[in-house]
């Protein structure tokens, strides 16, 4: 399936429409109407999400016999030093990145807050990001896709959802009818997102995690990797477990379990 690029406040990708308010997207299955020739593609981020990002993306174009100019943005100058192919892509650091008029963003930070405050950083000095939709991921006709979002591969999101800026909905994820999803949140690999739930700003979900219908998950929680969100959740606080419950012995350096349990 061919990669494409498009743009526009509704558009027509995968036999579907949604509307659409970031001003770029891949996708595939329409022509390039791309208003702005891009010079460059920076991806935000190259850590282990960053690479998959390349791979769905640029290597796809890069794969379809086309020559775009590819990098990576990263604070961490040796990220890339075990993989020869892709360390030549590192362009410098995103607290030094100047934005070029031809160049445009995908941001593959996973973690909500780091996310938004590179997000934000970003966006105040100039920058433009993109959105990205995977050919097998599945929308209905009336999502609203916000600015920055990654949606990967096998994705499901169902009727009436909203999608805020920077949501990254990672493999297998599902967002459920009547859902809202917040600025800067992640869905991690197979969270299940069910109907008329809210996810404030900043929502992390580990791998497998479950919120039940018309749940409200306040901003900058934390929901381990399988557990089942089965109650209303306060701003700022992990749950963990089936039912989940909130703990607090959890510390930064215990994100693995949250992510993978």
Same mark, same amino acid.
């Given at each position: ?10 558009? $027509? ?30 991806? #935000? ?42 360390? $030549? ?47 097998? &991921? ?17 994705? #499901? ?51 497998? &995690? ?11 929680? $934390? ?39």
């Amino acid at each position: 399936m061919t990669m494409q690029i498009f743009t526009g406040d509704v558009e $027509r990708f995968c036999g579907q429409q949604a509307s659409i308010r970031s001003s770029t997207i891949l996708g595939s299955g329409v022509a390039v109407r791309s208003p702005t020739t891009v010079e460059r593609w920076l991806i #935000v981020g190259a850590g282990g999400f960053g690479r998959e990002v390349y791979s769905w993306t640029l290597g796809q174009l890069h794969a379809a016999g086309t020559n775009p100019r590819v990098g990576f943005l990263d604070d961490d100058a040796t990220v890339l030093d075990k993989f020869p192919e892709l360390k $030549r892509l590192w362009v410098g650091r995103i607290s030094d990145y100047e934005p070029q008029s031809g160049d445009r963003l995908l941001m593959a930070i996973g973690d909500p807050s780091a996310k938004l405050a590179v997000a934000e950083q970003l966006t105040a000095r100039g920058g433009r990001f993109v959105s990205y939709i995977h050919p097998t &991921a599945v929308l209905a006709s009336d999502v609203q896709v916000g600015v920055g979002v990654i949606i990967c591969p096998s994705v #499901v999101i169902c009727c009436n959802v909203r999608l805020g800026d920077f949501v990254l909905m990672n493999v297998g994820a599902l967002a459920g009818h009547d859902s809202m999803i917040g600025d800067g949140c992640t869905l991690s690999p197979h969270a299940d997102v069910t109907g008329q739930v809210v996810l404030e700003r900043g929502v992390f979900l580990g791998c497998r &995690a479950v919120i039940l219908p018309k749940i409200h998950v306040g901003e900058f929680s $934390r929901v381990g990797a399988g557990s089942v969100v089965i109650s209303q959740v306060k701003p700022r606080v992990t749950m963990m477990g089936v039912p989940a419950k909130r703990i607090d012995w959890l510390q930064k350096d215990d994100d693995e379990q949250l992510q993978a349990g």
